[in-house]
Structure formats: structure tokens, C-alpha cells
């Protein structure tokens, strides 16, 4: 069956440390991969997205791997912050649909002071 | 915020109630999107419209339905909703279908009764 995990319900780490999130998925060809925050009642925002070809994408303080042999993506948040404490999402764009992204379910993180 | 607005962000409603939930976005964007998210679930894909045009439906209950009357604004016509479609609805848009970012709406929190 096809899956998308996010290693964790919750993640809590100390400020200033790095936060690793992972996303691994089963039976899917993704042709990009994509991280989302999303804060309480509120819409996910876009972060970053990473294509099949790529292994590393960064942005200020994020960085996002993927392993197409492992099926896996990291997420990175370097010198984290209480301000990064939200909910991120994982979606992977298929090939076989243009029109469907698939999200995980979630890792809330919180970074405490 | 993002481009996208969704009203009413509240909604409570009976099982035989009508109702209807509306996004508009602000962004020329040519794709739109409804998705529904449950606690502790992933986001759920139920339609997407690309130039008014619905190019996938994802086995969603009758009771829900779309209209896309042009490309900036999105309808979800609810009728006889059940206590299980209680759930935060959320609108996204995008350039077109299949590109890389979507810009989410705030969402409108459902509750059936």
C-alpha cells in the first residue's frame, strides 16, 4: 500500500539545537517532494520543494534532503527559535497526477526557550 | 496574508442543513483546491479545479459540492452533512495545476451537529 510517515506525532528540542524532521514514503514516484508550516487555525504555508534530481535544497535557516533509494526526506532547522514552534508537513507530487499532492500527517515541534 | 480567503471561518450546522462554504483568491492564479482536514489525519484532497474546469474528484460523498464560477472564486455546497464531516476545510490555489506551490486559505471550521 502507499504511505507517507512523518517519524513523529511531536517533536521537543532546545533552543538554539537543530531540529530534524523526517518524511518517508512506500509505492510512490514522486516527482517533487514539498514542506509545509502550518500554525494553529491557520493554512499551510509553503517552505521549500525539492525535485526528484535534486538532493539538497536551502533556504536561510532550512535545509531539505531527499533520497529517492531511501524514499526519505529530512528537514533541517539550524539555531532554532521558539517562533519555529508550529506543525510541518511533508507532500509528495506524483508523476502519475499533476493535479494530486499527497500530505503527511504531521510533526508538531516545539522549541522551548 | 496569502492571497486566499475563505468565509465563514466558523460554521455549525445541523445534519439537514444547507450551507455553503466560500474561497476567493486574489492571486490570478488558474488552479483551486478543497481539502479537508481531520484531527490527527493528513490533509485530504477532494477536488480541484483548473480554469473553472474540475479535473479530479477523490471519491467524495455527494453531499459535498463543488462550484468553481470562475478562476478566482471556489463554492463547497454542503447538504446533509454527517458528525463525521466535522473538520477544518481548507482552499488552496495555484499558477496551474501540477506547479510547484500552493497558496492555502485560512480554512473554515466545520461542526456538524
Known amino acids: 500500500s502507499q504511505k507517507i510517515e512523518q517519524n513523529s506525532e511531536a517533536l521537543n528540542i532546545q533552543e538554539g539545537k537543530t531540529a530534524t524532521l523526517t518524511c518517508n514514503y512506500t509505492?510512490?514516484?514522486?516527482?517533487?517532494l514539498q514542506w509545509y508550516r502550518q500554525d494553529p487555525g491557520r493554512g499551510p504555508v509553503f517552505l521549500l520543494l525539492?525535485?526528484?534530481?535534486?538532493k539538497e535544497k536551502r533556504k536561510e535557516r532550512l535545509k531539505v534532503t531527499f533520497d529517492t533509494t531511501l524514499k526519505q526526506s529530512l528537514f533541517h532547522i539550524t539555531a532554532s527559535q521558539p517562533a519555529d514552534s508550529a506543525t510541518y508537513l511533508c507532500?509528495?507530487?506524483?508523476?502519475?497526477?499533476?493535479?494530486?499532492?499527497?500530505f503527511g500527517s504531521g510533526t508538531r515541534l516545539s522549541i522551548r526557550p | 496574508e496569502t492571497g486566499v480567503t475563505q468565509t465563514p471561518r466558523h460554521l455549525v450546522m445541523g445534519m439537514t442543513n444547507k450551507k455553503s462554504l466560500k474561497c476567493e483568491q486574489h492571486?490570478?492564479?488558474?488552479?483551486m483546491y478543497w481539502y479537508k482536514q481531520s484531527a490527527k489525519k493528513p490533509l485530504e484532497l477532494m477536488f480541484v479545479y483548473s480554469l473553472e474546469e474540475r479535473v479530479e474528484n477523490n471519491s467524495v460523498p455527494s453531499r459535498f459540492s463543488p462550484e468553481c464560477p470562475n478562476s478566482s472564486h471556489l463554492f463547497l455546497h454542503l447538504h446533509t452533512l454527517q458528525p463525521e464531516d466535522s473538520a477544518l476545510y481548507l482552499c488552496?490555489?495555484?499558477?496551474?495545476?501540477?506547479?510547484?506551490?500552493?497558496?492555502f486559505g485560512p480554512g473554515t471550521r466545520l461542526t456538524v451537529l
Open positions: 525539492i525535485r526528484e534530481n535534486e
Open positions: 509505492n510512490y514516484s514522486p516527482a517533487y
Open positions: 488552496a490555489s495555484s499558477q496551474d495545476v501540477g506547479d510547484n506551490e500552493q497558496f
Open positions: 507532500a509528495l507530487a506524483l508523476y502519475s497526477s499533476a493535479s494530486k499532492i499527497i
Open positions: 492571486l490570478g492564479h488558474n488552479a
